[in-house]
């Protein structure tokens, strides 16, 4: 045991807390809760939309928002939002520079407009001096396309078609149209402050994002989820037909194998956090995508943010916690009894990974950890916790304790953990997982459609 009684004590709980909050019959009773207190206030059916000018995956939402609540006959209020919160984005000029690619891929998978390149002020071919006067045309467009949206906004029930336009002037740079809107005045301004706080005080920090009755919803990628919860309470229309927003996993690890060339410069490489939930799903899902098409996998450690020095604020937290649960529920893995391994159940872990790796034991020791940390309840920090993962992997404990009680482990996974992540960030990456198949690199489970497409073209599989 290498926790005193006390801590013990504080992890076991929030370890059992965190299963009960995960049970899905609370969800479904919060839900019926909710759908109550509609009833007796005489609520329409209504979703809050939050929408961006320069959000690429904005564009792409209000593309499809007006098919959406006409299928569903639900009322729908938008919020124009601007400046997000900057400790939301621990990387935040990759994540954005990231963001332009990242939902190309959905514009592609969903065949929805979609300009094939960046906006000028990015591209660094242009001059310093030109780069900045267009840096600054860029900014005051921004503000002028947020000013029109407000306006529409203040209509009341949103025109999705006026609403579109703008932002298509916008991600198009078309000045004629562009230069035709207002600027955003001092009243705007506060409106514009005000959905902002909006958007924090509901409990989220995202743009592109849904919110209905106590829930969230980011982009395309959710609203498979808020599609089912709307067909759950009937909402549907038996007449109409709307498309199904499942095309990133609904075909995943389904199509038939052939045999692809082996290259040793196209890798299938994960980079994973100990720590991080949306880890675990993507090493289940990487896995399984190496073993169905018959590919090694290599697995690339990288520090939780926390232990970096970085902050995760207590609302990205529980939106991401949240998220995990139904993201597993979906793909049918186990997630919700947690055991929170930071600290030193993350260094019991890395520390071991290299002795692991030697024997060829370097993902089922990972996955023997990831399942018993996310879903299984497990202490990591504990000698009985680490007994049973490296147990399971098929390796030897007391080999593994005699690792664990040496001086200089520490120094060696910080170096190679650290390395990692410097790799990963040279691909235009920053966060966990992210996945890598060659030079293609990706970021987030939800993208594994992106890497297998890359797999099958790459066997000419049908």
């Excluded at 298509?168 to 705007?188: G, K, Q």
């Excluded at 997630?335 to 089922?364: H, I, M, N, T």
């Amino acid at each position: 045991m290498t926790l005193i009684p006390t801590l013990f004590l504080r992890a076991r709980l929030q370890a059992q807390a965190a299963r009960l909050l995960s049970q899905p019959g609370l969800l479904a009773l919060r839900r019926r809760w909710r759908e109550g207190r509609r009833l007796l206030a005489n609520r329409p059916h209504e979703i809050q939309v939050f929408l961006r000018i320069d959000d690429p995956y904005s564009y792409l939402l209000v593309q499809i928002l007006a098919d959406f609540q006409q299928h569903y006959g639900v009322s729908v209020r938008c919020f124009t939002v601007l400046e997000l919160q900057d400790d939301m984005y621990p990387e935040p000029a990759l994540w954005h520079s990231n963001a332009f690619k990242d939902a190309g891929y959905l514009a592609g998978l969903y065949g929805l407009d979609y300009p094939s390149q960046e906006l000028p002020d990015s591209q660094q071919k242009n001059p310093q001096q030109r780069r900045q006067q267009q840096s600054q045309q860029r900014a005051m467009r921004r503000l002028q396309a947020s000013a029109q949206l407000l306006l529409l906004e203040r209509r009341g029930q949103p025109d999705w078609q006026a609403v579109e336009k703008v932002f298509r002037a916008y991600w198009y740079d078309d000045t004629r149209v562009l230069d035709s809107y207002p600027l955003l005045n001092h009243d705007l301004n506060e409106h514009l402050r005000r959905n902002e706080q909006r958007l924090q005080q509901l409990g989220h920090y995202l743009s592109a994002t849904l919110y209905y009755e106590g829930e969230w919803y980011w982009g395309l990628d959710r609203l498979d989820h808020l599609q089912q919860r709307l067909r759950d309470l009937g909402l549907q229309k038996a007449d109409g037909t709307l498309m199904e927003f499942n095309r990133t996993w609904r075909d995943f690890c389904c199509h038939p194998v052939a045999d692809i060339p082996p290259a040793e410069n196209q890798p299938l490489v994960l980079y994973f956090s100990a720590r991080s939930p949306y880890s675990h799903l993507g090493l289940e899902q990487m896995l399984q995508l190496a073993q169905h098409y018959r590919q090694p996998l290599m697995i690339k450690p990288v520090l939780p943010m926390l232990m970096r020095g970085l902050k995760v604020p207590a609302l990205k937290k529980w939106y991401i916690f949240a998220d995990t649960q139904r993201e597993a529920r979906k793909r049918g893995i186990a997630y919700g009894y947690v055991a929170d391994p930071l600290g030193a159940g993350v260094e019991r872990c890395y520390s071991l990974f290299a002795w692991a790796q030697q024997q060829g034991k370097a993902a089922d020791y990972l996955l023997s950890f990831s399942r018993a940390v996310n879903s299984e309840g497990v202490l990591a920090e504990t000698d009985s916790g680490m007994r049973l993962i490296v147990q399971r992997a098929g390796l030897n404990w007391p080999d593994a304790q005699a690792i664990l009680q040496r001086d200089d482990w520490r120094t060696h996974w910080q170096d190679w953990a650290e390395a990692n992540r410097q790799e990963m960030i040279s691909y235009g990456l920053w966060g966990v997982p992210s996945m890598r198949y060659g030079e293609l690199a990706v970021w987030g489970q939800d993208r594994i459609f992106v890497i297998e497409r890359a797999l099958r073209q790459a066997g000419a599989v049908e």
